[in-house]
């Protein structure tokens, strides 16, 4: 398991109640928990002993790793009187890292019109009283997107936007041609994307996105359409990872 204060501190409510009740289990196989109690103690010593994230650090007693720590204590421990319990000493930071980066998404008065757009062609009609002749259509929304992306095609965070529209539209979008059109303009987004190789996890994690959407919202015919134009973008890690799914199976 990793042993950052992020992983550990994630839910550290649930990772502590998973733990007691293995404890409690092995306590009523074998007769003794000690075993999985000192592992957990050496997993959070990991964690109190390395690099503590900088928010973390200045949340002090009310810390997820104050709150792993309290648990231990109070619910782990008395399981196993063999294994020393977690001194306040412990709790101490051996070293202060960064604060997490945060990027913010949907900030640009681009992207906030672009929003305000996906979501008159979602959601629609328009309110009673408007000019329904003014409402952008699915035409008009993915000329909008490819041009966005076109003059913005160096921001990740436009990238993400666009990824996140773009599989709005495809879970709710009942015309079959408005689409296919909505899947070509997401595939079109993520063939040969220069965050493929540049950033190759944040590209994925669009991908992924994509793929998901077929097998678990869509109908058959539409998640075969998924697989195929993903598969014939002309993009060659597309290419394989679909393969991939094809020979083993989606995740």
Same mark, same amino acid.
């Given at each position: 398991? #990793?042993?950052?204060?992020?992983?550990?501190?994630?839910?550290?409510?649930?990772?502590?109640?998973?733990?007691?009740?293995?404890?409690?289990?092995?306590?009523?196989?074998? $007769?003794?928990?000690?075993?999985?109690?000192?592992?957990?103690?050496?997993?959070?010593?990991?964690?109190?002993? $390395?690099?503590?994230?900088?928010?973390?650090?200045?949340?002090?007693?009310?810390?997820?790793?104050?709150?792993?720590?309290?648990?231990?204590? $109070?619910?782990?421990?008395?399981?196993?009187?063999?294994?020393?319990?977690?001194?306040?000493?412990?709790?101490?930071?051996?070293?202060?890292?960064?604060?997490?980066?945060?990027?913010?998404?949907?900030?640009?008065?681009?992207?906030?019109?672009?929003?305000?757009?996906?979501?008159?062609?979602?959601?629609?009609?328009?309110?009673?009283?408007?000019?329904?002749?003014?409402?952008?259509?699915?035409?008009?929304?993915?000329?909008?997107?490819?041009?966005?992306?076109?003059?913005?095609? #160096?921001?990740?965070?436009?990238?993400?936007?666009?990824?996140?529209?773009?599989?709005?539209?495809?879970?709710?979008?009942? #015309? #079959?041609?408005?689409?296919?059109?909505?899947?070509?303009?997401?595939?079109?987004?993520?063939?040969?994307?220069?965050?493929?190789?540049?950033?190759?996890?944040?590209?994925?994690?669009?991908?992924?996105?994509?793929?998901?959407?077929?097998?678990?919202?869509?109908?058959?015919?539409?998640?075969?359409?998924?697989?195929?134009?993903? $598969?014939?973008?002309?993009?060659?890690?597309?290419?394989?990872?679909?393969?991939?799914?094809?020979?083993?199976?989606?995740?």
């Amino acid at each position: 398991m #990793d042993a950052s204060d992020r992983s550990v501190g994630e839910a550290p409510g649930l990772v502590s109640d998973h733990v007691l009740e293995l404890a409690k289990s092995c306590a009523r196989n074998s $007769g003794s928990a000690d075993p999985i109690v000192r592992a957990w103690r050496e997993c959070v010593m990991r964690v109190l002993h $390395g690099t503590r994230c900088a928010e973390n650090a200045a949340q002090k007693d009310r810390s997820p790793e104050a709150r792993v720590v309290q648990d231990f204590n $109070g619910k782990l421990a008395p399981l196993a009187p063999a294994v020393a319990l977690i001194a306040a000493d412990d709790m101490k930071p051996v070293e202060i890292g960064d604060a997490a980066r945060v990027t913010e998404f949907w900030t640009s008065a681009e992207a906030r019109r672009l929003l305000q757009e996906f979501k008159e062609v979602r959601f629609g009609p328009p309110k009673q009283g408007e000019d329904s002749a003014a409402r952008p259509s699915m035409k008009d929304l993915l000329a909008d997107f490819a041009k966005w992306t076109s003059d913005e095609g #160096d921001s990740l965070t436009v990238f993400h936007e666009s990824s996140m529209l773009h599989a709005g539209l495809l879970q709710d979008v009942q #015309d #079959d041609n408005d689409w296919r059109g909505v899947l070509q303009s997401y595939v079109e987004l993520l063939r040969q994307n220069r965050f493929e190789n540049e950033d190759p996890p944040q590209w994925y994690l669009q991908f992924s996105r994509l793929m998901e959407l077929a097998p678990k919202t869509q109908p058959e015919a539409r998640r075969k359409l998924i697989r195929q134009d993903a $598969g014939a973008s002309g993009d060659g890690l597309m290419f394989q990872l679909v393969e991939r799914e094809r020979i083993l199976g989606p995740k």
